[in-house]
């Protein structure tokens, strides 16, 4: 089991940043691809990006690239989302997900946090 804890979610103003946490617990930290999701009002939730557990991959939705950026510190058991020039669309609760695949983890990973918001005004 890998427990999965958000921080950092809050109100920004159209072209600001934030910078989103996951601190995770339970099973070896390392040894999983780590990623996160969004859900705004009314739509379904959608990959954003991941990174292996590595750290040596990233994959990025188009709608982020260019503008966020994951990274992780596997000695602190901790992932971060950089999120910087964003847009009112971006609105949404922030998930962080865990797998041991790498590719599992893009779409249907095993393990979820339980969400933080960000709010994007214009």
């Known amino acids: 089991q890998v427990q999965l804890v958000e921080s950092g979610g809050g109100l920004v103003q159209a072209g600001g940043s934030l910078r989103l946490s996951c601190a995770a617990s339970?099973?070896?930290?390392?040894?999983?691809?780590m990623g996160w999701f969004r859900q705004a009002p009314g739509k379904e939730r959608e990959f954003v990006v991941a990174i292996t557990w590595s750290g040596g991959k990233r994959y990025y939705a188009d709608s982020v690239k260019g503008r966020f950026t994951i990274s992780r510190e596997n000695a602190k058991n901790t992932v971060y989302l950089q999120m910087n020039s964003l847009k009112p669309e971006d609105t949404a609760v922030y998930y962080c997900?865990?797998?041991?695949?790498?590719?599992?983890?893009?779409?249907?990973?095993?393990?979820w946090g339980q969400g933080t918001q960000v709010t994007v005004s214009s």
């Open positions: 997900a865990a797998d041991s695949s790498e590719a599992t983890v893009t779409y249907e990973p095993s393990y």
């Open positions: 339970g099973r070896t930290f390392g040894e999983y691809a």
